[in-house]
């Protein structure tokens, strides 16, 4: 099993371009979760999704939108990219709230210029 | 929201030291994860333990959920140790099971 991949790894984008973080996981897991880490700091929530077709909001939304039209996939979408946005982005997954471990993918690390 | 500290912030010890870490929160958890992001800045899931004590090796955590605190112990430390050790929680009454991360504790290990 792959676990929990997330594309790109690196990314650099303009002020203002849009781009979409892909995380996909092949462990059958209803619950996923994204993930954004500032230097020096721990992780914050931005979205997670309990199941297909249900999404909520974590501790920093703004700016981003989420979608999960499939167990296995839950893309973070950025419209318009600001500087404040610059971090490392963490996907996750488990079984199950709560009870379970979460797994997580190996980041993606983008930079507004 | 719940609280999550840990302590200490930076630590610098020589190879082959014990070390302990702490992990303080302020409301009951159903889910307590340590995890260590190395240099590359991948996150290890090292133990999950809402309570209770795991060994895995030379680390070891307890957590005492009463008490609201958790420990990781790393004994005979080695260099590959060094990184950043998180440690996130859930809260009980909640339905969605949203990890709240700590800081982290900062370990050196000195050759």
């Known amino acids: 099993n792959a676990g929990v991949t997330q594309t790109p790894k690196f990314r650099i984008l303009k002020i203002g371009q849009s781009m979409t973080l892909q995380c996909a996981q092949d462990?059958?897991?209803?619950?996923m979760y994204w993930y954004r880490q500032d230097p020096g700091m721990g992780l914050k929530l931005i979205y997670y999704?309990?199941?297909?077709?249900?999404?909520d909001k974590g501790e920093v939304p703004n700016g981003y939108n989420v979608s999960r039209s499939t167990t296995e996939d839950f893309p973070l979408r950025l419209e318009l990219a600001a500087p404040s946005q610059t971090s490392v982005y963490f996907c996750?997954?488990?079984?199950?709230?709560?009870?379970?471990?979460?797994?997580f993918g190996d980041g993606t690390r983008l930079s507004i210029l | 929201g719940i609280q999550v500290e840990q302590s200490p912030p930076d630590l610098i010890l020589q190879e082959g030291a014990n070390s302990t870490l702490r992990c303080n929160f302020s409301?009951?958890?159903?889910?307590l994860q340590w995890f260590h992001q190395n240099p590359w800045g991948q996150l290890i899931n090292l133990f999950y333990?809402?309570?209770g004590t795991k060994q895995n090796g030379r680390l070891s955590a307890t957590t005492v959920a009463t008490e609201r605190y958790s420990l990781l112990y790393i004994s005979s430390s080695q260099t590959t140790d060094s990184g950043v050790y998180f440690c996130?929680?859930?809260?009980?009454?909640?339905?969605?099971?949203?990890?709240?991360f700590g800081t982290g504790t900062r370990l050196t290990i000195i050759p």
């Open positions: 996750a997954s488990t079984p199950s709230g709560g009870i379970q471990p979460q797994h």
């Open positions: 462990m059958n897991h209803n619950y």
């Open positions: 999704s309990v199941g297909a077709g249900i999404t």
């Open positions: 409301d009951s958890v159903n889910n």
């Open positions: 333990i809402p309570s």
């Open positions: 996130a929680v859930c809260e009980s009454n909640f339905g969605n099971e949203k990890l709240t």
